[in-house]
């Protein structure tokens, strides 16, 4: 069994490029429509507040969600490790003793 290696990337620029576009221009498209939004200032700074705490939890969230898969990938990899180890060292020719 192989497993993945955490060096490598799974995306390629294409969809990373995608990504970094799609959200620029949804920040900025948010950004524009509460700016001309006819609505009072309190109102437009309470929803750029709210805004920016959402984009900074989706980034935690993220963050979060990648260094729970990272952890588990770790523990695959001590848990294979363990195992060709007890597969390398078994001998099944050898006497019991």
């Known amino acids: 069994m192989t497993t993945p290696n955490p060096n490598q990337s799974k995306n390629t620029t294409a969809f990373f490029v995608q990504a970094g576009l799609a959200f620029g221009i949804s920040l900025f498209a948010l950004g524009l ?10 109102v437009r700074a309470f929803l750029a507040m709210t805004s920016l705490f959402l984009v900074s939890s989706t980034f935690t969230l993220a963050k979060c ?9 770790v523990v695959t990899r001590l848990d ?6 007890i597969l390398a060292e078994h001998d099944p020719f050898r006497a019991a003793g």
Request: charged content about 30%.
């Open 65 to 73: 969600v990648r260094d729970a898969q990272e952890t588990q990938y």
């Open 80 to 85: 294979q490790a363990r195992v060709d180890r």
């Open 33 to 42: 429509a509460m700016l001309f939004l006819p609505v009072d200032p309190w």
